[in-house]
């Protein structure tokens, strides 16, 4: 089993950054695949940015440029970050963390970025 907490949500202008962090219960080395997924009112919930075990990265169109998931590289670290720039109104959701781990999927409870305009 795998628990994932979420912090650092909240409320900015539109323009402005927020970080989202995602502390796992387990080293993130050993978890194939981490992301950020986010999911507005009355939306499905969608890939915004991943990061595998090795470092490599993806991330959805509309937040390319903008958006950067990362890690700290240090062995034992367990904590993956997303550092959320330029924010716009449409960015407004609840983002969840998710962890592929074992063949399973775990996910966070979930944290509210709201972007006003």
């Known amino acids: 089993q795998v628990q994932l907490v979420e912090s650092g949500g909240g409320l900015v202008q539109a323009g402005g950054s927020l970080r989202l962090s995602c502390a796992a219960s387990?080293?993130?080395?050993?978890?194939?695949?981490m992301g950020w997924y986010r999911q507005a009112p009355g939306k499905q919930r969608e890939l915004v940015a991943a990061i595998t075990r090795g470092g490599s990265t993806n991330y959805a169109d509309s937040v390319k440029g903008r958006f950067t998931i990362s890690r700290d590289n240090a062995k034992n670290t367990n904590t993956v970050y997303l550092q959320m720039n330029s924010l716009k109104p449409e960015d407004t959701a609840v983002y969840y963390c998710n962890a592929v781990w074992i063949g399973a999927d775990y996910w966070g409870q979930g944290a509210q970025v709201t972007v006003s305009s």
């Open positions: 387990v080293n993130i080395f050993s978890i194939n695949n």
